[in-house]
């Protein structure tokens, strides 16, 4: 049973600690590793005295980068990884935004598990020896990523799972059973479906395919040249479907998101994606799901290419 943890914008969101002045100056780690990992664990007269011990502060920096590498923070990885470009052979413990609770596992497992190209091609450039980044995949794919996984909002239910990558099939599972019931439903039907299957699954999106998700269009996107934007914030209407009053909420401090709603991409609609409060039109949902699986499709293939690259690297090296 994993321990308890302070949640950061997830919609299991209990109140933060805050880093005071007094913390500032007498804590000698940057404060987002104080703020993101060791409040997480300890209280702050317990980390001002264990932050003086240089093998402590090593963990910590291998908590920091798991962390960023987990909720999508790629400018923040990679600004640390000039100055430490080993912290990618460091294995550690991270909570993603769901609320996964990964152990033992290195930055390069975690973006192959969640196929997050954009965050290993960063990771790539730190490795110098070919034959460590392929050895981590190799691990990852014979035994699986283990992670706790929350069964309820409160948190006080876990499931143990084991998976080389993240399940994408649910989410398009469940744009291809609505899509095929679409005409046979009324709309309250499929807005139950649409906010219930779809929605609930959206809950549970890696970082970086929430940033994908967000900015679907209703052509196929050349996934393989875009340029990922790192966004995560959705527009929440107050009285109209498609615009109208409203504010920004993060996606995933969206408490009713697979309650009462579900995110709708672009597709077209302005510069950001938003709680769509009606029902979506069948060739919106098929845009959806098009765009969804040429982006599994494209990612896995890039998959396979770093796997091939890795081993034509290990085999020119070897005698």
Not at 48 to 77: I, N
Not at 84 to 99: H, I, N
Request: proline share 4%.
């Amino acid at each position: 049973m994993p321990r308890k943890y302070t949640y950061r914008y997830t919609h299991f969101r209990p109140e933060e600690k805050e880093v005071t002045a007094e913390d500032k100056w007498q804590i000698p780690l940057s404060q987002d590793i104080v703020k993101n990992v060791l409040f997480n664990y300890l209280e702050r007269k317990e980390i001002k005295t264990l932050s003086r011990l240089p093998s402590f502060k090593k963990s910590c920096e291998a908590s920091l980068f798991l962390h960023y590498v987990a909720w999508g923070e790629q400018r923040k990885a990679e600004l640390l990884l000039k100055n430490k470009p080993d912290l990618v052979l460091q294995r550690g413990e991270v909570v993603d935004f769901s609320g996964r609770v990964f152990s033992n596992i290195t930055a390069l497992q975690y973006t192959v598990w969640a196929l997050d190209r954009h965050m290993w091609k960063v990771i790539m450039q730190s490795f110098k020896d070919p034959d460590k980044a392929l050895g981590q995949i190799t691990e990852l794919e014979k035994n699986g990523v283990k992670y706790f996984q929350p069964k309820t909002s409160t948190r006080t239910k876990y499931e143990e799972v084991i998976e080389q990558h993240y399940d994408f099939s649910k989410a398009g599972r469940a744009l291809e059973k609505l899509i095929k019931n679409y005409d046979d439903l009324n709309k309250e039907r499929v807005k139950f479906a649409w906010v219930t299957a779809v929605g609930f699954e959206q809950r549970y999106f890696p970082a970086h395919l929430a940033s994908e998700w967000i900015d679907f269009g209703y052509q196929i996107q050349n996934f393989e040249k875009k340029q990922l934007v790192r966004q995560l914030h959705v527009l929440k209407p107050q009285n109209s479907a498609l615009g109208g009053a409203g504010r920004f909420i993060y996606w995933f401090d969206a408490v009713s998101l697979g309650i009462d709603y579900a995110i709708f991409p672009k597709l077209g609609f302005g510069k950001s994606a938003r709680i769509f409060l009606t029902v979506p039109f069948k060739n919106q949902l098929s845009a959806m799901l098009n765009n969804y699986n040429n982006l599994v499709n494209i990612r896995s293939h890039e998959l396979d290419l770093l796997k091939e690259n890795l081993s034509k690297a290990v085999n020119t090296i070897s005698p």
